[in-house]
């Protein structure tokens, strides 16, 4: 039998049960999600910036997006900025991709043209030039962050410096791989490198040309293949060079895994500098 007020008291038992009832079921709750400030990235997700084998070819990197979070992100958009080159380099393909609690995303970005010139060739710090910045979701949340990210190994300043060089070379000559000559086995094959002048200013000079893992040179030392092509004065004739070529492995493994240019030539503008 309820008296007067019992009602309420009733009422506000319940109403105490309840709270109860949810202070308990507190303690199970997830924990809260990292959050950004100010556009960084959420803390325990890093990045980085790396080159396979199999980019280089194609003229690509990979931005490395680990999760050291304890949930699941999703990363949609990825840039990567460098003044080293003239724009910025995006995913290859669009998509989100799922990155589990502590696994690691590598996202393949194209890269642009090389931005060449006293700024992007100026290396006074240690610091990451790159910058990252990615579209996340993170618990039903999406925002987007940046942050530098450092090289896993150097390689954009020679990426840079090559890029540069050739750029420089293409300005006062046509340097190539003309004609093929297979050979019987056990002997060198022949290839033919051709430069032909384009310019009537400024001096060339062919100093050599780089094995790579698949194809060699009769002649290397230290993976270079010594030339002496000089083009410099009023006369200015092409010149063709026939390379002894020989396979430096033939495993299937090693040819799979391989599709860059047989050889780079290393070439020296009027600088003087040898790029290889």
Known sequence: MLRPGGLKTARALGVALVAMMLAGCAADAPAPVPTAADGALPQGITVAVTQLRSDVAERQAQVQIRNGTDGTIRIGAVRLDDPRFAGSATRVIERTSTVAAGATLNVRVQLPDAACGSDSDASATNAPR????????????????????????PFLDALHARDCAAARVAEMADVGFGAFTPSAAGQPAELQLSVVPRSEEGALEVTGIRETNLLSFIGVDAGLLALDIDIAGDARPAATVTLPLVPARCDPHAVQRTSAAPSSPSTSPSTGRQVR
Do not use: N
């Open 130 to 153: 790159s910058t990252v910045t990615v579209d996340y979701e993170i618990d039903g949340r999406a925002g987007t962050a940046s942050a530098p990210a450092a090289e896993v190994f």
